[in-house]
Structure formats: structure tokens, C-alpha cells
């Protein structure tokens, strides 16, 4: 009997440290002119940013960080006593992380995440409207600063429809994607606050592994919600 439930141990055992590798995300890479300090690798857990591991480098600029991961999320990959903070959506196996101390957010190449690169492209899409925005903000001041009501109310037009535009574009941008766990993550950060039928037009088109990751089901939480109080 003894000699059963020993055997029985060790199944589960080695069942679950393989189960921890198929599991784990390696984060590595360099960070040039990073010399001595803490580089911790953090995620949000309900409303709080964790640190699930860390490694203090004394001499050496290359790094090497682990979690268990359920499902692809967004980690951060953050310098202790410091404001820098590289935000990457993680998956499991390996990813690959090289930047630079002094531009440590905007030099960082990430790789090994498909999800990350269909994020990347998607921020690329948001960066060309927030340019668009900041040039309608420009013509607005102006307009209100000369007292032209007609001008004030054209670029007031102008600023609704890059508005919707946006929305629209990053509704059907989610949907393209809807096989990756980066589309419900854009909905809910970018256009939580969209017309509920969008959301759950974005919603049904998931495929089911989609639906079952952290993100999949924070949506579906999501619209369940929105639907209730519209009701």
C-alpha cells in the first residue's frame, strides 16, 4: 500500500513540475549601460501590480526572469526606485527583451510574443489618431481664440468623426485578432466605453480558447455587466 501511494506521489510530482515548464514565460535579454541596481518583472493582480520575480545585477547588463503563466497578459518589466517600465504582453516560453537604460521604454525591442507584436502595430494605429487629435486640438485653440463660431463648430465636427473613426477602426482591429488574447484586451482598455452591441459583437467573434483566457473572461464579465444595467 505504502509502496502505491509512493509511486502515486511521484506521478503527481513529475505531472506537475512538467506542467510548470509547458507553464513558464522566460523573460530575458539586455540592457545596455545597466550596470548595478533591480530589474523586477511585475503583472496586476485584481487592482494591484505585483512583482512575481526579480534579480538584482551587480556588473552584468543581460537578464533572466520567470512566472507561471495561465494565459497571455500584459507584464511590466520595471527598473527598482525608478519610473521605467516596459509594458509587454507575455506568453509562455521565451521572451526576448533588449533595450537601452537611458531610453529604457522607447528602445525596447520585444520579441517572442505574437501578441505583442499585434499590440505594437495596434498602438502604431492609435499613435497616428493622437497625432490627428493633437493637430485638431491646435486648430480648436485657434478657433476659440479668434471667436469664430463657425470655425470653433467645423473643427468640433472634425474632432467627432476622427472619434468615431477610431473606435470603428479599433472594433474591426479587435475582431481581425479575435484569435489572440490581445482583442479582448483592446476592448476593454481602449473602448470599454463603446456601444454595447460593438463590445459584444467583439465579444462573440472570440474563438473559444480566446474566451477562456484572463482577458476573455474580464470582457465577458464586462458586457454581462453593461448589459444588466442597461436592461
Do not use: H, W
Amino acid at each position: 500500500m505504502k509502496k502505491v501511494l509512493f509511486i502515486a506521489l511521484v506521478i503527481l510530482t513529475v505531472s506537475s513540475c512538467k506542467n510548470d515548464v509547458e507553464n513558464t514565460m522566460f523573460v530575458k535579454g539586455k540592457i545596455k549601460g545597466f550596470k548595478k541596481g533591480t530589474l523586477y518583472l511585475q503583472k496586476q493582480v485584481d487592482s494591484l501590480i505585483l512583482s512575481v520575480d526579480s534579480l538584482t545585477v551587480n556588473g552584468r547588463n543581460d537578464f533572466l526572469l520567470k512566472d507561471i503563466i495561465e494565459s497571455p497578459e500584459i507584464y511590466y518589466l520595471t527598473l527598482k526606485n525608478s519610473d521605467k517600465r516596459i509594458v509587454f504582453f507575455g506568453e509562455k516560453d521565451t521572451i526576448v527583451i533588449n533595450t537601452v537604460l537611458d531610453k529604457f521604454e522607447i528602445k525596447a525591442e520585444i520579441t517572442g510574443s505574437e501578441n505583442q507584436n499585434i499590440l505594437s502595430d495596434y498602438n502604431e494605429l492609435k499613435r497616428r489618431f493622437n497625432d490627428q487629435n493633437l493637430e485638431l486640438i491646435k486648430e480648436e485653440f485657434e478657433a476659440k481664440k479668434s471667436g469664430d463660431q463657425d470655425s470653433i463648430r467645423l473643427v468640433e465636427g472634425k474632432k467627432m468623426k476622427l472619434l468615431k473613426r477610431r473606435y470603428l477602426v479599433t472594433i474591426n482591429y479587435a475582431i481581425n485578432n479575435s484569435d489572440y488574447e490581445v482583442a479582448p484586451y483592446i476592448a476593454l482598455t481602449e473602448i470599454y466605453d463603446a456601444n454595447i452591441k460593438m463590445l459584444d459583437t467583439i465579444n462573440n467573434s472570440l474563438t473559444p480558447e480566446v474566451k477562456e483566457s484572463k482577458y476573455g473572461l474580464l470582457l465577458q464579465e464586462y458586457v454581462d455587466e453593461r448589459k444588466a444595467q442597461e436592461e
